[in-house]
Nanobody
Framework: QVQLVESGGGLVQTGGSLRLSCTVS????????MGWYRQTPGKQRDLVAG???????NYADSLKGRLTISRDNAAKTVYLQMNSLKPEDTAVYYC???????????????WGQGTQVTVSS
C-alpha cells in the first residue's frame, strides 16, 4: 500500500517559517520525482516546488528565494522549507510522487492527504 504522509503544517505569523515533511512508504522512493503543490478553496492545485530523482529542483517563479525543497532517500522523505511566509501562502499543501516507466509506458502518480498551512497577518 502506497502512503504519502505530510506533516509540519500549522499556524504561523507573517514572516515566519515552516518546514513541511512528506514521508513515503510502499514505493521505491529513490526513483520518484517528488513535488509539493498547494491549493486554496475553489482554485486549482498548483506546483510549488519539485525535485527529481536525481536531485534537480524547480520552483514556482513567484516563490523562488523563499522555498527550499530537498529529499532524503534513506529516510524516504521530501522536505519543503518555507521562509518569509505571507498570508497569501495560506493553503493546503500536498505531496506528490511521480514515476514514468518508459518501458512499460505507464505513469505512477501518488498524492498525500495534504497539510494545512495558515499564515496570519
Amino acid at each position: 500500500q502506497v502512503q504519502l504522509v505530510e506533516s509540519g503544517g500549522g499556524l504561523v505569523q507573517t514572516g515566519g517559517s515552516l518546514r513541511l515533511s512528506c514521508t513515503v512508504s510502499g514505493i521505491m522512493f529513490s526513483v520518484y520525482d517528488m513535488g509539493w503543490y498547494r491549493q486554496t478553496p475553489g482554485k486549482q492545485r498548483d506546483l510549488v516546488a519539485g525535485i527529481t530523482s536525481g536531485g534537480l529542483t524547480n520552483y514556482a517563479d513567484s516563490l523562488k528565494g523563499r522555498l527550499t525543497i530537498s529529499r532524503d532517500n534513506a529516510a524516504k522523505t521530501v522536505y519543503l522549507q518555507m521562509n518569509s511566509l505571507k498570508p497569501e501562502d495560506t493553503a493546503v499543501y500536498y505531496c506528490n510522487a511521480v514515476y514514468k516507466n518508459v518501458f512499460l509506458k505507464r505513469d505512477y502518480d501518488y498524492w498525500g492527504q495534504g497539510t494545512q498551512v495558515t499564515v496570519s497577518s
